[in-house]
């Protein structure tokens, strides 16, 4: 059991966030759920307590750097430490390249790869700062190893994320702090909207042919949250069931 120590979860209001955040408030953590959909978090935590966990709720746009430093400042005002972050809140933007105007772009640039390094940045500076050890997991993709058609926005933003776990393991480890990646698959969640055919076409790509449940990657993540991840560090772990292989 993890006594007293406490992670923040960006995109913890909704599927991998949400089903990482009842995992992790499992094992003891504090959990901050943060996200701009204010009452998905609120629920997320309704449920973390009805099951005798604590959490709290934090309405962020993880889009900007200074809603980021206000999120991690939020988790120590409120539960006195800091010990992780999972760097998990993303959307995505499908067009064809050739459409790809720099608004939309920049947007998923925004929201998948800077909202990492602030969370990065913010949470290890913190955590330097109070002297705790920890770990950051941020969420990268497949796409962020292989290119897709109408993702070229994605494709950047997740290869950087992938990058940023190992450059920051580089320069954190000396502080005690391990910085690792998840690479999903397709995973059931509303990100990949709703179209029963699609969805029947993603699943095609899994070696079990159906896709996967974003409790399967919470499991995952909450390991590489453990102890017993000591010796995983820079590295992006793919839970696609077989995808990229
Ligand atoms: P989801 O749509 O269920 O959850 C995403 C959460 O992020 C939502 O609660 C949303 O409100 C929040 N969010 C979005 N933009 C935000 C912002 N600017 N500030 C704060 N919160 C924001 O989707 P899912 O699948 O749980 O996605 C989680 C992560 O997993 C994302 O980074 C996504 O790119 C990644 N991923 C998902 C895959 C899938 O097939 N579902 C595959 C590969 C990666």
């Known amino acids: 059991?993890?006594?007293?120590?406490?992670?923040?979860?960006?995109?913890?209001?909704?599927?991998?966030?949400?089903?990482?955040?009842?995992?992790l408030a499992k094992e003891g953590y504090a959990i901050v759920v943060a996200d701009f959909n204010e009452d998905g978090a609120n629920e997320t935590v309704t449920h973390i307590e009805s099951e005798g966990g604590k959490a709290a709720s934090f309405k962020v746009d993880v889009s900007k750097a200074e809603q980021v430093e206000a999120m991690v400042d939020f988790a120590v005002e409120k539960f006195g430490t800091l010990n992780g972050i999972f760097n998990n809140a993303g959307i995505?933007?499908?067009k064809?390249?050739?459409e790809m105007d720099p608004a939309s772009y920049h947007k998923v640039i925004d929201v998948d790869q800077h909202s990492v390094y602030y969370g990065i940045y913010y949470g290890a500076k913190k955590m330097v700062e109070l002297g705790t050890t920890g770990t950051i997991v941020n969420t990268a993709s497949i796409y962020g190893s292989m290119a897709a058609k109408g993702s070229f926005n994605y494709n950047a933003a997740k290869a950087?994320?992938?990058?940023?776990?190992?450059?920051?393991?580089l320069e954190l480890a000396e502080h005690g702090i391990r910085v690792v990646g998840v690479a999903p698959g397709f995973i059931d969640t509303p990100i990949l909207g709703d179209?029963?055919?699609m969805k029947k076409a993603l699943s095609a790509l899994h070696m079990h042919n159906k896709l996967i449940q974003p409790?399967?990657?919470a499991n995952v993540v909450k390991f590489l949250f453990s102890e017993g991840a000591a010796a995983i560090n820079g590295s992006t772990v793919a839970v696609d069931d077989g995808f990229l292989s």
């Open 160 to 169: 950087a994320v992938v990058m940023m776990s190992k450059s920051g393991a």
């Open 1 to 23: 059991m993890t006594e007293n120590k406490v992670l923040i979860i960006t995109g913890g209001a909704s599927g991998i966030g949400r089903h990482a955040s009842y995992q």
């Open 96 to 98: 064809p390249l050739l």
């Open 92 to 94: 995505g933007l499908v």
């Open 215 to 217: 409790e399967q990657v």
């Open 195 to 197: 179209d029963p055919e």
